[in-house]
């Protein structure tokens, strides 16, 4: 018999040990390249050009503070704090306002009003571009702070108002029904009862609306036409048009560019990942 | 709530939310339909043509064709490779192995970056004179293989879709482990009393209870290559000889490099039609027998 456990047991380990082979190939195709920029960022030039995989010699840290002027990066990164703040901060009001209503009144017309914005998560961003640009163009708001992010929270409210509606529905209704009797206006109601039970998920919105438009491209590319105003992925971008001339001086905009999400994705992960997950139903 | 018969606050609540969502996201896309019917420069005359873009588009533009195919060239291989890549991968990471959290970490990373980064990292990687890819095969002795992987109409499509697929795996991955996790242990636990045994227990218990989320990652890959736009931009802006071009970049590039606003505009309307259709049908598609519940 003892044998036969032994077998099993083998069978067991061998059987683990093609899951971490497999593991471990999928983990250094996702590892090897950022290695490979990170390592590459600190060559020079020349050495760059001979030896793909090297160890840097000597190292040059000097491509960090030329990629932090050519393009600017104090510049882009307040622009997309600012921009995606605001956003944010501007989405949660405005979607949670809203999904209080839904969540809470039970006129028969907010169910109507609840799929309507859910169709807005079907929307893609390219099916409204063209006319959001004319009308940003004629009111003289491209180029601004506000032309962004007028159009970010917009398009952020179909999502909020889904997560938001749904989480509020299972807070328990005794304590609003004991607010109202203690004579609680609407108002106070929603700022007293309703913000502070839904802050998990207010947290999990906040970070996933955080991410998407702190990467967001298109909208960017289009209504930022001027330096001025332009984001984080604008700025890199811009790198494309002379990338041929300087590879090492881009990759070290490419690594500060990423550091920040990086370190929001190390501290922020179950959040993170919970809101991904919740924020894919939209599908 | 229902106590509170003040009207005029709760309306009050919702207004913003409907303004401002009506007048940037549903009105846009009347007037995206509206300008579809027109030939216009984006400013001066606007010159009704009836179906005259839509019927170009289908018929009369060869880019056109390119773009629509290499749209449903890039959903068809996702969907081929992401699908079961990351549902190998989920499971693998279900079973009892260790570290399984920090790999789930390190393989969503490429997703939480922007699309912007990825498309310059893999630039330079891919680069013919100066990246490894190119050097290490020289090093094989595979000199045959080496090429100039995004100036080659030939293969640069199936590189932009494989870097896409590199980017995104750990994310439909995670789709697949989240809904896996869902799964109570105590089924499988029977499952193995009753004597089945790996394939039988994946092939009977889990896949008919993860019909759910294969339905929701095939509906973000197939909608996500209708408004692939990022990526195609940062790494071959359409080219080499508009052999990359797709359905978003060429809308882009109508509209605002040509400025044929109409003719975008219906491109626009096409990605719309497509994405509603898409996810409306996979919403109804039934894949085997999803009451199967737990």
């Given at each position: 018999m003892r044998w036969k456990k032994m077998m099993k047991k083998r069978k067991y380990s061998s059987k683990y040990i093609k899951h971490y082979i497999f593991l471990g190939i999928s983990i250094s195709m996702v590892i090897l390249p950022f290695l490979w920029v990170l390592i590459s960022s600190l060559k020079t030039k020349s050495q760059f050009m001979v030896d793909?995989?090297?160890?840097?010699?000597?190292?040059?840290?000097?491509n960090y503070a030329d990629a932090f002027q050519s393009i600017n990066m104090p510049n882009l990164f307040k622009n997309s704090i600012f921009i995606s703040l605001t956003s944010v901060l501007g989405a949660l009001l405005v979607a949670s306002a809203a999904a209080f209503v839904l969540a809470r009144c039970s006129f028969k017309i907010n169910k109507w009003i609840y799929s309507f914005f859910l169709i807005?998560?079907?929307?893609?961003?390219n099916a409204a571009i063209i006319p959001l640009f004319i009308t940003l163009k004629n009111v003289k708001l491209t180029n601004t702070y506000a032309g962004i992010i007028i159009p970010y929270i917009a398009f952020q409210i179909p999502m909020g108002i889904f997560l938001l509606t749904n989480y509020i529905k299972t807070i328990p209704n005794e304590l609003e029904e004991a607010a109202i009797i203690d004579g609680c206006s609407v108002v106070q109601l929603f700022i007293k009862v309703i913000v502070p039970l839904s802050k998990p998920i207010f947290a999990t919105f906040s970070i996933i609306t955080f991410m998407s438009l702190w990467n967001e491209f298109l909208f960017a590319l289009v209504f930022l036409t001027?330096?001025?105003?332009?984001?984080v992925p604008l700025g890199l971008a811009s790198f494309r048009g002379q990338y041929d001339t300087n590879t090492t001086v881009m990759l070290a905009g490419t690594v500060i560019a990423m550091i920040p999400t990086l370190i929001i994705y190390v501290l922020l992960r179950d959040n993170i990942v919970k809101g991904m997950t919740a924020g894919a139903v939209k599908g | 709530m229902n106590q509170v018969k003040n009207k005029k606050s709760i309306l009050l609540f919702l207004i913003p939310a409907l303004a401002l969502y009506g007048c940037v996201q549903i009105g846009p896309l009347f007037q995206s339909l509206y300008y579809s019917f027109f030939s216009w420069k984006g400013f001066g005359e606007m010159k009704p043509v009836g179906l005259q873009n839509y019927i170009k588009l289908f018929t009369d533009d060869d880019i056109m064709r390119i773009a629509f195919k290499n749209t449903f060239l890039f959903a068809g291989i996702s969907l081929l490779i992401l699908l079961p890549f990351a549902f190998m991968l989920a499971v693998t990471l279900t079973t009892k192995i260790r570290f399984s959290k920090t790999i789930s970490t390190i393989l969503y990373m490429p997703g939480v970056i922007s699309t912007v980064v990825v498309s310059l990292m893999w630039c330079a990687i891919l680069n013919a004179e100066s990246g490894p890819v190119n050097a290490v095969l020289r090093t094989m002795g595979l000199?045959?293989?080496?090429?100039v992987w995004l100036g080659d109409p030939k293969v640069s499509m199936y590189v932009v879709i494989f870097v896409n697929v590199w980017q995104w795996a750990g994310y439909h991955m995670l789709i697949f482990y989240t809904s896996l996790q869902s799964i109570p242990g105590e089924l499988y636990e029977a499952a193995s009393i009753d004597g089945s045994d790996g394939f039988k227990t994946l092939r009977y218990i889990t896949i008919p209870l993860m019909y759910n989320s294969i339905k929701m990652n095939a509906t973000l890959i197939i909608i996500g290559s209708f408004k692939c736009f990022d990526i195609v931009y940062n790494m071959t802006m359409g080219g080499?000889?508009?052999?990359?071009?797709m359905l978003a970049t060429y809308m882009y590039h109508n509209t605002?490099?040509?400025?044929n606003y109409g003719y975008g505009s219906a491109i626009s309307m096409v990605i719309f039609l497509l994405s509603i259709t898409v996810s409306a049908i996979l919403q109804k598609v039934k894949f085997g027998d999803e009451s199967v519940s737990y």
């Open positions: 793909p995989y090297g160890l840097p010699d000597p190292v040059m840290y000097e807005g998560m079907m929307i893609p961003l001027g330096e001025e105003f332009q984001t | 000199d045959f293989l080496a090429r080499p000889a508009d052999s990359t071009q605002f490099r040509r400025f």
